[in-house]
């Protein structure tokens, strides 16, 4: 099968072209797992994080890749929940220990970092971490739900956000465009103020229905309960602890932050950023319970992203737009043609 691999770690900015289009053997289900002929597959910027060392696999060359939907192809002689021909998603949880708190347990192993994911024409997974996926969606659209979706879910819920009081955006990208969509279903009195470097992004999220949109730094119309930031660097969470009210949440999705800014946290001021019982939460992985409910939600709200493709042979391109901030919506890569 056709396969982007990653064969080695190192700055985007050295190596442009980090992933190469190679011919693997196709993968073999287990007696729980299930053979997944993929269709689509989101690209995020955890990949990026993987590439450049931040969250590095544990063992090169593998296949990147966690957004992933696609049909089953074949099935383990073990597994009751699919069959063939089901269309199914997969999320960033690739195995776990399966309890409530699966998302924090040592168990936990990640698709497309400790397990070969889905840039490549098929891939494997165990049947309790495959999800339906609802009809009203496309493969594309479906994508990003895995993880920008289900990620941003949980992030919500994490801000303890009630409706009327107002919520933050701190980037606007595959999963800020999503979450900005679900919090209008689930809280349609909230205002949401939505913190953005480009113009193109801050506009885009007006036309999606935000309240208010600035620069990154901009200091909003009047204080906001709780933010989440989903941005690879530092300096939006100085921004974002200032412009919390008393008793606020800053809630930080993501893996990784890079380094580049980091210096600018020497600067934190204690009256300015934390005092007044200001909160700073992170997002750890993600639950297979939240993708599940989330797609439910999903699907009963008609949430559609905002989705630009690229061939599975133009991953590289897909990643450098990425992080070029080039970002309206979320991208996808199409590989195989989905199956009627």
């Not at 409706?163 to 999963?175: A, D, R, W």
């Not at 100085?238 to 993501?254: D, E, K, Y």
């Not at 939240?290 to 630009?308: K, R, S, T, Y």
């Amino acid at each position: 099968m056709k396969a982007m691999i990653l064969e080695a770690i190192g700055p985007m900015q050295e190596t442009p072209e980090p992933l190469h289009l190679v011919d693997i053997p196709r993968p073999e289900p287990g007696p729980r797992e299930v053979l997944i002929r993929v269709s689509a597959c989101g690209v995020c910027h955890t990949e990026i994080d993987e590439i450049e060392g931040r969250t590095p696999p544990p063992r090169l060359p593998i296949v990147l890749g966690h957004e992933i939907v696609g049909v089953v192809a074949a099935a383990g002689s073990k597994v009751t929940r699919h069959r063939q021909g089901d269309r199914l998603g997969v999320g960033w949880i690739y195995h776990s220990s399966g309890n409530a708190d699966e998302n924090l347990s040592q168990a936990f192993r990640a698709t497309g970092r400790d397990a070969n994911g889905g840039y490549a024409e098929y891939m494997v997974v165990h049947e309790n971490y495959a999800y339906p996926i609802p009809d009203c969606f496309t493969d594309a659209n479906a994508a990003p739900l895995l993880c920008a979706g289900g990620v941003g879910y949980r992030a919500l819920r994490l801000t303890g956000i009630q409706n009327g009081q107002i919520l933050g955006l701190t980037g606007f990208g595959g999963s800020g465009h999503i979450v900005l969509q679900l919090t209008r279903h689930l809280y349609p009195e909230t205002p949401i103020f939505v913190f953005a470097r480009s113009s193109k992004e801050r506009d885009f999220a007006m036309e999606l229905g935000a309240t208010w949109s600035g620069d990154t730094e901009a200091e909003p119309p009047e204080p906001i309960n709780a933010i989440i930031d989903t941005t690879p660097a530092w300096r939006p969470v100085l921004a974002a602890m200032r412009n919390l009210r008393p008793g606020g949440r800053l809630v930080i999705n993501a893996i990784r932050k890079e380094d580049a800014d980091k210096p600018i946290m020497a600067k934190i001021d204690y009256a300015a950023h934390l005092w007044q019982e200001k909160e700073l939460k992170t997002v750890a992985n993600v639950t297979r319970s939240d993708i599940e409910e989330f797609l439910g939600i999903a699907a009963e709200m008609g949430l559609q992203p905002e989705v630009q493709t690229y061939p599975l042979e133009r991953a590289n391109d897909a990643l450098r737009d990425l992080r070029a901030g080039h970002v309206r919506g979320a991208k996808v890569l199409q590989i195989n043609e989905p199956v009627d």
